[in-house]
Every structure is written in structure tokens, then in C-alpha cells.
């Protein structure tokens, strides 16, 4: 395998795995979960938008999906595909983060998401750089 084969093997494997591991937390806290989940918080670390279980649970893994879709259709680069692969991660860590506010720990989200964005600008710019 040439180096960008591998790399399609790899996008394709964190996408897999991502989507795969999302779906599994999901079914394993289903019925811990609130009816109503809160996705979203404002600046003050407030939930400002709730959706129902179901699509609380299901749409990063719909997301993980459309992504690696558009790579294929699109043709991303290398670095497109790097970078996605960590946003695939990121989402990952986001809804980990959505089912503990949910599930009644005491997450500090507006920190945690500066950072994690600020991680993921940070490399962004960087495979921009290169």
C-alpha cells in the first residue's frame, strides 16, 4: 500500500470505529438517559437547546457517517482527511461530553469546548501551514 492507500484505510477505520463506539455507548446508556437531552450551551455553560433521546443519541454517529461520505464523493487530500479524522475524534469526545451533562455529572463545558476547538483550529492551521 502507497502511503495515501493507507491513509484511506486508516480515515476509514477512525470512522468505523467512531461511528461503531458511539452507537454501542448509546445503546449501553439509552436508559440512563433523560427523554430530553440538552446538545447545546451558551457562553455561560447554560443548555439553550434540548432534542429528544433519540436524536440526541443518534446524530453524531449520522454525523461521523455523512462525513466520511463527503470524503469519498469529494476526493479529499491528506490533509483534509488528517484533519477530518480528528473532528471525527473530536465529535466523539463531544458526545461523551453530552451524555455525562445528561446523565447528571458536573462537566465544565465551555472550558472543555475552547479547548477542544482551539486543539482542533491549532492543527487545522498547521496541515494548512505545511
Known sequence: MNPPARLLARQRAVAGLVTAAL????VVLY?????QMAIHWNA???ADNVVGKPV???MMPAIVVFVSVLFEVT???VGERIVGSLAMLL???VQLLVFGVNLGYDVPIVPIALALAGGLV???VWFEMR
Do not use: I, K, S, T
Open 122 to 124: 491549532a492543527v487545522a
Open 23 to 26: 452507537l454501542a455507548l448509546g
Open 31 to 35: 436508559g440512563a438517559l433523560p427523554d
Open 91 to 93: 465529535l466523539f469526545v
Open 56 to 58: 440526541a443519541v443518534l
Open 44 to 46: 455561560a455553560g447554560e
Open 75 to 77: 476526493g479529499a487530500d
